[in-house]
């Protein structure tokens, strides 16, 4: 019998976690290596210019170019606030005034004779990064980058939206197979504002509105359906990438799409760690370079005897999997076959390939293995 390794979606209560912080443009370390940080602090910053806003005086005054120094009441780096003079022409015997006022509050960045226009660049705007993880800085890149690393419960999901976010696991006792509703989440004593909700085969979409409102910070839940997804976050959702959608939380599903019960390890998982600070990053990307959404929890280093828990990666006849790509993204089912040999494919490869019984259909399909991911 063949088998071979398969990605897999990791569930661990004790993992070793490094992640890599990055600023976009050079700037500021505020960390040192050694150094022990919160999720929520600050480890990168930097200063990207404001925006420049050009001021067509020469246009505007009908006048040479050339001319304009004469008009012009600022200078080149001096501070004008908006709607403050910076150019003013006089009539005929001082009987009128034509005026130009700042469009912006910021510096005058130029005043230039060769084409008439004063330049006035408005404030700076910070960027910072922050840690995400709770963990100690072991690795500090020129003045760009900064690298995390701490031992975390790990959850891995199938597909996720909305970018990092941290708060408290709040796990739903007994939810794996409840489709969980607005109503169902009010008559729950516990507060949802700052938290990471854990629980349901699924949300329906007033449940995530009820969610969201709360001032949830994310939710985890078994299976969800795009057109429910789009519907409470009011987006158009790809499922290939994703990460930067505009939302309050984060929302991560582990199971797949459809109606899938949450798996009860998942649920576990977060009931031994319920109440505990979180990370969540609903960042998916499903091409080549896979990305997963995830669920951190840091953890206390595990001791030198403490098993590792993940899912296996072997895969056997029976092996329960998940399509990670079209045209069965996201579709669950048991292997029925493993040829030995490769399979030429309609890109002309050859590759190894699986025999793929999915829930509900009545024949199994042909699969690239390295399409597939282990489900248990």
Excluded: W
Aim: proline fraction near 4%; hydrophobic fraction near 45%.
């Amino acid at each position: 019998m063949s088998s071979a390794y398969t990605p897999g979606l990791s569930i661990s209560r004790a993992a070793a976690i490094t992640r890599r912080r990055e600023l976009p443009l050079p700037g500021q370390i505020l960390v040192k290596v050694g150094d022990l940080v919160e999720a929520e602090q600050s480890v990168l910053s930097a200063e990207t210019p404001g925006e420049l806003v050009i001021v067509r005086v020469a246009e505007e005054f009908a006048t040479a170019p050339t001319e304009i120094a004469q008009f012009v009441t600022v200078s080149v780096g001096s501070f004008v606030k908006q709607g403050e003079i910076i150019a003013q022409r006089t009539g005929l015997f001082g009987l009128y005034s034509d005026l130009i006022k700042a469009p912006i509050s910021g510096t005058i960045e130029y005043i230039s004779t060769a084409n008439g226009h004063v330049g006035v660049r408005g404030p700076a705007d910070r960027v910072t990064v922050s840690a995400y993880i709770s963990g100690r800085v072991c690795q500090i890149e020129n003045d760009s980058a900064v690298e995390i690393e701490a031992h975390c419960a790990l959850l891995q999901g199938v597909f996720g939206i909305g970018g990092e976010r941290t708060g408290e696991i709040l796990a739903l006792k007994d939810s794996a197979s409840t489709v969980l509703t607005a109503k169902a989440l009010a008559q729950s004593s516990a507060s949802l504002a700052g938290k990471i909700i854990v629980g349901g085969a699924s949300f329906d979409c007033g449940a995530i509105e009820f969610a969201r409102d709360a001032g949830a910070r994310g939710i985890i839940t078994g299976s969800a359906d795009i057109q429910t997804l789009e519907k409470a976050f009011n987006l158009k959702i790809s499922a290939a990438v994703t990460g930067n959608e505009d939302t309050s939380l984060s929302f991560m599903v582990t199971e797949g799409f459809g109606q899938l019960n949450l798996a009860q390890r998942v649920l576990n998982l977060a009931l031994e760690f319920n109440g505990q600070p979180a990370s969540i990053n609903g960042t998916t990307q499903v091409r080549a370079g896979a990305v997963r959404p995830e669920l951190l929890i840091a953890t206390q280093a595990p001791n030198a005897n403490q098993r590792i828990q993940t899912i296996s990666t072997a895969l056997d006849l029976g092996s329960k999997i998940r399509s990670i790509r079209a045209p069965y993204f996201g579709l669950v089912g048991t292997v029925t076959d493993l040829p030995a040999d490769p399979l030429r494919i309609e890109t002309g490869a050859e590759v190894r390939v699986a025999h793929v019984l999915f829930q509900g259909r009545a024949n199994p399909v042909v699969i690239p293995r390295a399409n597939l991911e282990l489900v248990d």
